[in-house]
T-cell receptor, first 111, second 118 residues
Framework: LAKTTQPISMDSYEGQEVNITCSHN???????ITWYQQFPSQGPRFIIQ???TKVTNEVASLFIPADRKSSTLSLPRVSLSDTAVYYC????????????FGKGTTLSVSS | GAVVSQHPSRVICKSGTSVKIECRSL??????MFWYRQFPKQSLMLMAT?????????EQGVEKDKFLINHASLTLSTLTVTSAHPEDSSFYIC??????????????FGPGTRLTVL
């Protein structure tokens, strides 16, 4: 599985847009990019997934450049409740394939 | 969306005892379930892949005789920590994929079980 690198931590204020970038230089052709969010003492929650270009849903956008060696999770107008750890994962969609988590990015949102 | 439950949510036990943790997929079938362990301030670490009707596959460094996994049905996998010791205290999380659907985003996580061994 491709290794991912993210910033260990980020700080933001309420109402700001937050962009978390993940590098995955060894991404394979069949790999997708998926982001999960985890609050303390809870299981991870799926945020967004993409293969290339841009994907947007009700909570976030995912930007993937043409070479796919990096991706950026964009959280618009964060609130205090967005304080969490965000994980970037890269892998194929094969059934039975486990998700391998990296260190993640701890986002702290202040008022 | 699909829901994965775990029971119990918290458990405290004495050193040397065994603890069973259940993972259930509530509204879908899961041929494969995954067990993770997470220590404070650390990421999730994959322990094993649980396969319905067959033996689990353990990651390197995980003792299969200590962490017994049974996936007896398409909706239930259990993890038994045998002869638990304080160093086994951790947050155990399971996840499951919907067998009927594809896509990586269909892997759902349980709420986790906090194990404390005294």
């Amino acid at each position: 599985l491709a290794k991912t690198t993210q910033p260990i931590s980020m700080d933001s204020y309420e109402g700001q847009e937050v962009n978390i970038t993940c590098s995955h230089n060894n991404i394979a052709t069949n790999d997708y990019i998926t982001w999960y969010q985890q609050f303390p003492s809870q299981g991870p929650r799926f945020i967004i997934q993409g293969y290339k270009t841009k994907v947007t849903n009700e909570v976030a956008s995912l930007f993937i450049p043409a070479d796919r060696k990096s991706s950026t999770l964009s959280l618009p107008r964060v609130s205090l409740s967005d304080t969490a750890v965000y994980y970037c994962l890269v892998g194929d969609n094969q059934a039975g394939t486990a998700l391998i988590f990296g260190k993640g990015t701890t986002l702290s949102v202040s008022s | 969306g699909a829901v994965v439950s775990q029971h119990p949510s918290r458990v405290i036990c004495k050193s040397g005892t065994s603890v069973k943790i259940e993972c259930r997929s509530l509204d879908f079938q899961a041929t494969t379930m995954f067990w993770y362990r997470q220590f404070p301030k650390q990421s999730l670490m994959l322990m094993a892949t649980s396969n319905e009707g067959s033996k689990a596959t353990y990651e390197q460094g995980v003792e299969k005789d200590k962490f017994l996994i049974n996936h007896a049905s398409l909706t239930l996998s259990t993890l038994t920590v045998t002869s638990a010791h304080p160093e086994d205290s951790s947050f155990y999380i399971c996840s499951a994929r919907d067998t009927q659907r594809g896509g990586w985003d269909e892997q759902f996580f349980g709420p986790g079980t906090r194990l404390t061994v005294l």
